[in-house]
């Protein structure tokens, strides 16, 4: 039972274009989710995160969407550079449980 | 400030033989955290440490994994006896705790189960 689901495996995006990174959940208890990014080799970085309070949030050229209703958020990134070639987890959990629960991940690959 | 750090990076063992993977958080973080990814799946919870307690280990697999944390710093996650389906990347993550959810991850071990 996957409570929170990355449906595209992959994708390919142009330098400098925008990438757009899905991610649903089926768990109405979630109330904070975050992305984080993987390189080959390392564990996975934080990248940025949003409280179920707001429906977007914004850091840098990476920023986050919220839908609740729909149970779905994105991550956008412009401009798309060649670093952020890695995969995105998509990770959520609920005030008073601190462990969280990942998507299986999508393969980003800026293509300069 | 060093990060989280684990050995080993990489540890392939016969079905049946005993691994004892380690995760030294970050220097005064309370929570400790395993997750395991397998075979390019989600990356899943095991068990959750809040200093030397366990909070949380509704995610371990089996009798087969015994996590650990001495004195509430550095930790431990044994398998004994290792099976074929144990095989997988294992991430520890620390927090400061007081609410805080972003987790610090190590870079894993890999552990193939021959």
């Known amino acids: 039972d996957q409570q929170v689901k990355q449906n595209s495996p992959s994708l390919s995006v142009q330098e400098g274009r925008i990438s757009i990174l899905n991610c649903d959940y089926t768990?109405?208890?979630?109330?904070?989710f975050l992305w984080y990014k993987k390189y080959p080799a390392e564990g996975p970085t934080f990248l940025i995160s949003?409280?179920?309070?707001?429906d977007k949030n914004e850091d840098g050229r990476f920023t986050v969407f919220l839908n609740k209703s729909a149970k779905h958020l994105s991550l956008h990134i412009v401009p798309s550079q060649p670093g952020d070639s890695a995969v995105y987890f998509c990770?959520?959990?609920?005030?008073?449980?601190?462990?969280?629960?990942f998507g299986t991940g999508t393969r980003l690959t800026i293509i300069p | 400030e060093a990060g989280v750090t684990q050995f080993p990076s990489h540890s392939v063992i016969e079905k049946g033989q005993t691994v004892t993977l380690r995760c030294d958080p970050i220097?005064?973080?309370?929570?400790l955290y395993w997750y395991r990814r397998v075979m390019g799946k989600e990356i899943k919870f095991l068990l959750h440490?809040?200093?030397?307690?366990?909070?949380?280990e509704s995610g371990m697999p089996n009798n087969r994994f015994l996590a650990e944390r001495t004195g509430g710093t550095y930790s431990t996650l044994k398998v004994q006896p290792a099976e074929l389906e144990d095989s997988g990347v294992y991430f520890c993550?620390?927090?400061?705790?007081?609410?805080?959810?972003?987790?610090?991850f190590g870079q894993g071990t890999r552990l193939t189960v021959v």
């Open positions: 993550a620390s927090s400061p705790g007081g609410g805080s959810t972003e987790a610090f």
């Open positions: 768990n109405s208890m979630f109330d904070y």
């Open positions: 949003i409280s179920s309070i707001k």
């Open positions: 990770a959520a959990s609920h005030f008073g449980n601190e462990k969280l629960t």
């Open positions: 220097s005064g973080h309370d929570n």
């Open positions: 440490f809040v200093k030397e307690s366990k909070q949380d």
